[in-house]
């Protein structure tokens, strides 16, 4: 009997556009999940997405954003525990409720992949 070692991988990112952290490479998202490019982050720009992987969630605070108070968590890698972001957990403000379940991705924290083949 030989012993082998868990090199599972996650097919669904197979060939698949992603975002993966600009620290430790880890993917995050795919860009399949971007919903806006048009959000503000604490250090410029930011993708609002319908969801994140690899993330693990800091503590809920209140936190005054742009668009008014949200409840929020920052959102870090799980591979270098940089932080890349927000989760959205509650807007106070009904026209803000679209945001409520969506992470907020820092831009300068992303490196986009758009697994691209050139035919030669």
């Known amino acids: 009997m030989t012993e082998t070692k868990d090199t599972s991988t996650v097919d669904v990112y ?3 556009a992603t975002f993966s952290c600009a620290k430790c ?3 995050l998202a795919l860009q399949d999940e971007l919903i806006s490019k048009s959000f503000s982050g604490r250090e410029g720009r930011g993708y609002l997405m319908h969801s994140a992987v690899n993330v693990s969630m800091g503590k809920k605070e209140d936190r005054p954003l742009l668009t008014g108070v949200h409840t929020v968590a920052d959102v870090f890698c799980v591979g270098c525990k940089e932080r ?3 989760y959205y957990y509650k807007a106070s403000d009904h026209s803000q409720k679209y945001k409520e379940g969506k992470y907020l991705l820092e831009r300068e924290r992303l490196v986009k992949d758009n697994k691209w083949k050139l035919d030669l």
């Open 25 to 27: 490479a880890a993917v």
């Open 14 to 16: 197979h060939d698949r």
């Open 84 to 86: 890349v972001g927000w």
